[in-house]
């Protein structure tokens, strides 16, 4: 649509006729040297700024993460504690069912005996 216009109205230095003001040519010497180094040091500020606060932020997460782990260590070792003495209480208690046991296999000798012994005694 640009070309049409152009064509029937024809260019005019930095103005398009029908269209406006058109693209404003760079500027030329010391000026635009000037312009764009203060463009390109308020760009390195602004990327120093947010190196230094993504350089906190991996110092944060590797000290979350020391964190993290150390409570996993302490979990782990905690669970291996625990799984350690509910086997030596499960052991515990089959030795005491199996002494228990023997006693009432025991008594109940001891009372098979006593009824011998009354009876054939």
Do not use: W
Not at 3 to 14: H, N, P, R, T
Not at 61 to 66: D, I, Q, R, T, V
Not at 79 to 103: G, P, S, V, W
């Amino acid at each position: 649509m640009q070309e049409a216009y152009v064509s029937v109205l024809k260019e005019k230095s930095g103005y398009i006729r029908g269209l406006g003001p058109g693209p404003i040519p760079p500027k030329k010497g010391r000026e635009a040297f000037n312009e764009a180094q203060a463009e390109l040091t308020v760009e390195i500020q602004e990327m120093r700024k947010k190196e230094a606060a993504l350089q906190g932020e991996i110092g944060e997460l590797k000290s979350a993460n020391s964190q993290l782990k150390d409570q996993m260590e302490q979990m782990k070792a905690e669970a291996l504690e625990r799984e350690n003495r509910l086997k030596q209480e499960a052991i515990e208690r089959e030795f005491k069912q199996k002494e228990e046991a023997i006693e009432r296999e025991k008594k109940l000798k001891e009372e098979l005996m006593t009824m011998f012994r009354r009876k054939f005694g």
